[in-house]
């Protein structure tokens, strides 16, 4: 083993697939930032930290968890140049501390990926 195997092998590390717990602490996290929508979440994670990735089944799964539990709601938006309207996603303002707590385990949670 020599130092460029070290860093080759952190380098050339895979991708993990987050489980819909981790799911929900990230999408609430960016939703304290801003309303988004579900492949902009997908694209972001992937931006933001290159090491993980999300499934469209298990995002899903956690924004359906998060609607029934009214922590978000949805909206359509028009926009310029796309075909039909977006299905936005935003934090409901009344969970809005709750919603910090769990974010903050996300950020704790990639803090140790």
């Given amino acids: 083993m020599t130092p460029e195997d070290i860093n080759r092998f ?15 602490g990230y999408i609430l996290h960016a939703l304290l930032q801003r309303d988004t929508y579900g492949t902009e979440l997908s694209q972001q994670l992937t931006k933001q930290h290159p090491h993980l990735n999300v499934s469209d089944a298990v995002l ?3 924004l359906q968890f998060l609607e029934r539990k009214q922590f978000i709601g949805r909206y359509k938006k028009e926009l310029e140049g796309r075909g039909r309207p977006r299905q936005m996603f935003r934090l409901a303002p009344a969970v809005r501390t709750q919603a910090q707590e769990l974010a903050q385990l996300w950020e704790q949670f990639v803090t140790y990926q």
């Fill in 60 to 62: 899903y799964k956690a």
């Fill in 10 to 24: 952190f380098e050339a590390r895979a991708p993990k697939f987050i489980p819909a717990e981790a799911a929900v």
